[in-house]
């Protein structure tokens, strides 16, 4: 089979840039396609919701027929109004009044409950759908990073998903129904009258239809505005320790704050549309109200069509109902247009094919699969850069069973090769091969499955270390405990694990952050002996160990590499001396091919490489660094004794912890006083927001009033009392309307602007805050098991809206319940306090019934956030690390995994759809059956002689009327509990008493001169203070301008030392020094400006190589001759004057777009830009090649060369020429000396490291 590369490629640009246009032009998905990932029984439910909406929709409109027919009735039985004759003529109609009481109970409870059963089984699997098609992905559709914050999307976007296909699509159906039946109760009982007032309906569809568009619009672009937030906060506390050496937090802040403050701009955007939207609305209905009223009059005074009061009653109350009805249509629509403005992106990407798909079927699964491969005529360019060559013509075989070592310059196109045999990606020309067959005719999955990885960023997940392991096995469930034994003993990792409290059942921490880097890495090389594979990928795989670890494990990995293929990448060149074939790689090209004796007879550039790993043996002589083959059995395992930090106790698990701290918050008061202090900036805007809420309330109890009087009017004898003059009877009335229509728009559209305004800003505020105190926080409290990235982003997208809501929307809707409530109670009052009283009878039931809610709406609400927090946390893990989830084709362990952890939300949401559900029907039918008893009591109270029909009919509308609002109430309960629990977690982390708080006060001494002193520490980290590092023996001297380099075991405490000067955490005992000074009375931000940190694992942000190395200085101050200067010494100069964007070239996710020397190599000359008085190297030229690493390292020398430095090294070669050497042991230094001091010693350790790390004797 063949297959044109580039062709390919060419088709699915064109593809893309097709979408790309199609989105400009309309970023949502059709109504019907919101639904398209509907089951057959969620179809089922969809259809009988939708039928059982419409019948609870339609309940409304009958009521008003039966209460048209109560109002009929009465006039006859006016005659005589005894009690027994008022009863006998209408008790049976007021019956109907129950009966639809009850009808409305089983529809309400029924529709809503299929609504929500339906709406949470299509966004459960919609998550998880998306959640696959992510992990299906190619790596280039990860390096374009275009759509955002994935776990922001996740998290939020499904939600609003849900809004729309779940509760708010009925509720729009429900008002749907009761407009149309509405129309033809009205139609059916006066067509001229209905017809004059349906004349508004057009005005009110065009108002509603502009109105949500111009949402939809906003909404969606603060969606993408939060999204991208989402991400910067990602990449902030995801490279938290660089941010914080390099005092980066007010970076990250501006950028953090622009793109919530454009989602603010956009959001008081979207408020003037709603405000002005929802103010028209109410001005043009009342307005035909007036006209409706008008026209009723002239209809009852002239007898056409033989209309009377209570024709003209039903006729307009049906209009009413269906216009109100209609009202509540729009913003149920709206959340329908959000809804299918957020699906868009989401169903995008579920439906978008990658090129390279681990879920295509139909390729070949090669029997007796040898492992040869074969690159024939291979050129490659990344899809982020593709004017980048990486590979020209690379042409190679590797035969099956053979090591094969890849050796050169960074951005050679090592790692690149790695990764084209993993067909992360298509070359653009050639093909890569296995057993002559072309990867891309290939089961991918299948392939992948034959190969075993060990990178040069070892990955661990934060799972216990046994989880991590089976992670190797094509089949975890299937690997037994001898197994991952014998593969940790091979891999040199069995015995620290064994030396663990909880063994191989200790969790690892987020990304394996508690365990050291050598301790991962060989984790991971277990983790890949597991997989047995046919391929065996090593990329720098011991580039993380110390020396004696790094001989133990090469020993492990040479047996590994018997019998199977085996491609190696290294920079150690005493990795590679045995391998079959050394292949020199220089800008994508082959230079040189051979063993290791051939090519260095050469004398070419692999000669000269091995020449610069030399270390000194004696004091004037050299020796190439491979001098000595170590008896295996000379090494003590006491010589590999590791030191674990381990974020959880042992006693208590990570998910106790969690439910605990759950628990403790639920017992916590809403800190309302706290939010208002928080929003006293927007006291005005709170104000007229309050205002407008008291106006809007007042509206619909004057409404019924003025309603009431008007039937009454109607119902008059003498019809020339009905319009005696020009501003008197109907015509006052309908002057009235008006008036109330004008009030209406204002006070809705001042309470809706106003709240909106104030809600953007307080919710850009909080968000601010909560990310600033996020970054304020020490090292330590990102060690928590509930502070992962997945987790904290998710808290920064949801807790802040959370709280705007819980005051800015609950407030407007309370006031308004409130107002309608005191407005329709005092005119009620006034006509009848009697029928008043009774009808306030009901009320406890509707009272009742919103408690319930609200209590069930609680524990839902806390327990499906907690849940569905905990499976965003899986998926962010995932997605981060999907390089290395493809690498072990674990897509389906992940997908199983995520939608394990969303079972239980499911569940909890299942419950509330049937228990919120029956509240929600309850009230409706205890509305009506306060008319039923409103007549009831009213029949007694006439037949009595306490009080008059008209007087009935004005307490009866006002009550009733004012009492369908209070169905509202359900619609707040749900923000005020998502605002209780979000506030006071917000709060708790803004009143979080940092331990090490950058920005609080301290010692600014004019200048540091580095002088570094640390005295009988005594250390244990604080999430696992039941494993020393330091007893109190360590003690560490470095003078000003002095070199001194910490070597010894993986996890014995060198890394530690470079976070106590930083300060990222406190000693427990003894004195950190710098100056004299401890560490604890310096300006926490101040010191660290001295000083400068080059890490093991380089942190790169997804910016520009220009803006990565500028972060090195304060912001602003880097001229083009410091930053040149810079990446000149750190020796990547040349690599950027390469790019066709040279410094402004993006770097990638994670610097994904770099190979590990050139990231290194960014990280360094962002260290060495800033100038520090003391540089801090850990492992900083770990992942250089050698000649890179002899011309960074010459450059780091120089670079010592006035500053006080502490470096940490496996490579001996690269501290050989260090002004103090010290060994690393048991908590405290164990030799210490120059190179030459110290290789004198006789079975010395230091010695003892030097001899291993030889090459040729």
């Known amino acids: 089979m063949s297959f044109i590369a580039v062709d390919q490629e060419q088709i699915t640009k064109d593809k893309e840039d097709e979408q790309l246009k199609e989105v400009g032009k309309n970023e949502v998905v059709s109504p019907f396609k919101l639904f398209k990932f509907a089951s057959a029984l969620d179809i089922i439910c969809i259809i009988l919701g939708v039928l059982l909406s419409i019948f609870t929709g339609v309940v409304g409109p009958l009521q008003i027929l039966v209460f048209g027919d109560v109002v009929t009735d009465f006039g006859p039985a006016m005659a005589n109004p005894t009690t027994e004759n008022l009863l006998k003529a209408l008790l049976p109609t007021i019956l109907r009044i129950v009966y639809l009481g009850v009808a409305m109970l089983l529809g309400g409870y029924l529709s809503q409950a299929m609504w929500i059963f339906s709406g949470e089984n299509q966004t459960s699997r919609i998550r998880q759908k998306y959640v696959h098609a992510i992990l299906r992905q190619e790596n280039g559709w990860f390096d374009k990073g275009e759509d955002g914050s994935m776990n922001t999307r996740l998290a939020n976007d499904t939600q609003l998903v849900q809004d729309a296909i779940s509760e708010k699509m009925g509720a729009t159906l429900q008002c749907l ?11 059916t009982k006066g067509w001229r009258l209905a017809l004059v007032i349906l004349g508004c309906i057009p005005l009110i569809i065009a108002v509603g239809g502009i109105t949500i568009t111009l949402i939809t619009r906003f909404m969606t672009a603060s969606q993408d505005a939060y999204a991208e937030a989402g991400l910067v906060a990602e990449q902030a506390l995801g490279g938290i320790r660089t941010v914080q050496s390099y005092s980066l937090q007010s970076r990250f802040m501006k950028r953090y704050e622009a793109l919530i403050g454009r989602a603010e701009k956009t959001n008081i955007k979207s408020g ?56 509540q249509i729009p913003p149920n629509l709206s959340a329908f247009g959000i809804g299918r403005a957020a699906a868009y992106k989401i169903y995008r990407t579920i439906d978008r094919l990658p090129p390279i798909d681990i879920d295509e079927e139909g390729n070949k699964k090669l029997e007796n699969f040898q492992g040869k491969i074969r690159f024939r005529n291979v050129r490659f360019a990344y899809p982020t850069r593709p004017d980048t060559v990486i590979l020209e013509n690379l042409d190679l075989t590797i035969p099956a069973g053979k090591t094969v070592a890849f050796v050169g310059q960074s951005g050679s196109g090592k790692s690149t090769v790695v990764g084209l045999i993993q067909r992360f990606y298509d070359p653009l020309g050639g093909s890569v091969e296995v057993d002559n067959v072309d990867l891309r005719s290939c089961d991918l999955k299948w392939l992948r499955q034959q190969i075993g990885v060990v990178g040069q960023e070892p990955v661990l997940f934060n799972m216990s270390i046994k989880e991590n392991l089976k992670l190797g096995s094509c089949d975890p469930d299937s690997v037994s405990d001898e197994m991952i034994q014998k593969a940790c003993v091979e891999a040199n990792c069995h015995s620290f694990i064994c030396s663990l409290p909880r063994g191989y059942d200790t969790g690892v921490g987020e990304r394996g952050g508690m365990l050291s880097g050598g301790q991962k890495q060989r984790i991971a090389i277990a983790r890949a002996l597991l ?26 990995l040479d047996k590994a590499s018997v019998k199977r293929t085996t491609v190696v990448v290294a920079h150690r060149l005493s990795t590679v001396r045995n391998a079959d074939l050394i292949v020199v790689m220089k800008k994508g090209e082959i230079v040189e091919t051979g063993t290791h004796d051939e090519l260095y007879a050469k004398g070419g550039m692999y000669t000269e490489m091995v020449n610069k790993q030399q270390v000194k043996m004696k004091k004037d002589n050299l020796v190439d660094p491979d001098a000595v083959d170590v008896v295996r059995s000379n090494v003590h395992a006491d010589g590999m004794r590791d030191t674990c930090i381990v974020m959880d106790d042992y006693d208590i698990s990570p998910e106790e912890k969690i439910r605990a701290e759950k628990k403790r918050r639920e017992k916590k008061r809403a800190p309302f006083v706290r939010v208002l202090r928080l929003m006293s900036k927007e006291w005005y805007f709170l104000l007229f927001g309050c205002i407008g809420s008291s106006v809007v309330g007042a509206v619909f109890p004057l409404y019924a009033y003025v309603f009431s009087k008007v039937i009454n009017l109607l119902g008059e004898p003498d019809k020339a009392k009905i319009d005696p003059g ?5 015509n006052k009335y309908s002057l009235i309307f008006v008036a109330i229509g004008v009030m209406g728009f204002a006070g809705i559209a001042v309470q809706l602007l106003a709240f909106e305004i104030a809600g953007s800003r307080v919710t850009r505020r909080l968000r601010a805050a909560a990310f600033s105190a996020l970054l304020r926080q020490e090292i330590g409290f990102f ?24 005051i800015t929307k609950v407030w407007g809707d309370v006031l308004q319940l409130l107002l309608s409530l005191v407005v329709a109670l005092l005119i009620s009052c006034l006509h009848s306090w009697r029928l008043t009283l009774i009808i306030l009878g009901v009320m406890p039931f509707i009272i009742l019934s919103t408690a319930i809610e609200s209590r069930a709406q609680e524990g839902f609400e806390d327990q499906t956030k907690e849940a569905y927090q905990r499976s965003g946390e899986t998926a962010s893990e995932a997605f981060s690390e999907i390089r290395t989830v493809k690498a072990l084709t674990m897509e389906e362990y992940w997908e199983r995994r995520y939608a394990e952890n969303i079972k239980r939300p499911h569940r909890l949401a299942i419950r509330k759809a049937f228990i919120s559900s029956m509240v929600y029907g309850a009230m409706q039918a205890f509305t009506m059956w306060a008319n039923a008893l409103g007549f009831y009591g009213g029949i007694r109270l006439i037949g009595a002689n306490l009080d008059q029909l008209p007087d009935i009919i004005v307490v009866i509308l006002c009550m009733t009327i004012t009492a369908g609002g209070m169905g509202r109430a359900s619609l707040f309960v749900s923000k005020y509990v998502k605002g209780k629990k979000s506030a006071v977690s917000l709060f708790e982390l803004l009143d979080r008493d940092t331990e090490i708080d950058p920005q609080a006060p301290g010692n600014e001494t004019k200048q540091i001169e580095g002088k570094v002193n640390l005295q009988r520490v005594e250390f244990r980290y604080p999430a696992r203070p039941d494993i020393p590092i330091f007893n109190g023996q360590f003690h560490l001297r470095a003078s000003p301008k002095q070199t001194v380099a910490l070597v010894g075991a993986s996890g014995c405490g060198k890394s530690t030392v470079i ?42 942000f ?75 190297l850990d492992e900083a030229t770990s992942a250089l090649d050698s000649e890179s690493e002899k011309l960074v390292q010459e450059a780091i020398d120089r670079a010592t060369e006035g500053r006080t430095t502490i470096t940490i090294a496996h490579r001996l070669s690269t501290i050989q020429n260090a002004d103090l050497i010290c060994v690393v042991k048991d908590g405290r230094i164990a030799e210490s000396g120059t190179h030459n001091e110290l290789i004198e010693l006789e079975d010395g350790l230091y010695r003892n490291l030097v001899e291993q790390q030889n090459l040729n004797q």
Do not use: C
């Open 177 to 187: 129904a009761q407009f149309v039946a509405g129309l033809a109760v009205a139609f």
């Open 272 to 327: 003037w549309a709603i405000a002005v939207g929802f103010g028209s609305f109410i001005l043009i209905l009342f307005s035909f109200y007036a006209l409706a009223f008008w026209y009723g009059s002239r209809l009852v005074r002239d007898g056409t069509d033989g209309m009377d009061g209570g024709r003209v009653l039903v006729v307009i109350l049906s209009m009413v109902s269906g216009s109100y009805a209609l009202m």
């Open 531 to 556: 997989r047995n594979p046919k391929i065996l990928l090593l990329d720098e795989a011991t580039s993380a160990l110390d020396t004696t670890s790094e001989r133990l494990v090469q020993e492990t």
């Open 726 to 730: 020009p501003i008197e009877g109907a």
């Open 783 to 806: 060690d928590h098991p509930s502070h992962s990235v997945g987790a904290l982003t998710a808290s920064l997208s949801t807790d802040a809206a959370a709280v705007n809501d819980m």
């Open 1059 to 1100: 976070g106590l000067i930083q300060r990222w955490y406190n000693p427990l005992g003894g004195e950190v020094l710098v100056d004299n000074r401890r560490v604890a009375d310096y300006q926490v931000q101040w010191l660290r400006r001295s000083m400068a940190v080059v890490g093991q694992e380089p942190v790169l």
């Open 1102 to 1176: 997804n910016l520009s190589i220009r803006e990565n190395i500028a972060y090195g200085l304060e912001e602003g101050t880097m001229t083009e001759d410091m930053l040149r200067r810079a990446a000149a010494d750190a020796n990547i100069q040349s690599f950027v004057d390469s790019l066709p964007e040279g410094f402004d070239t993006k770097v990638g996710e994670k610097g994904s777009q770099l190979s590990g020397g050139q990231k290194q190599r960014i990280a360094i000359a962002r260290a060495l830009v800033r100038d520090p008085k003391i540089l801090l």
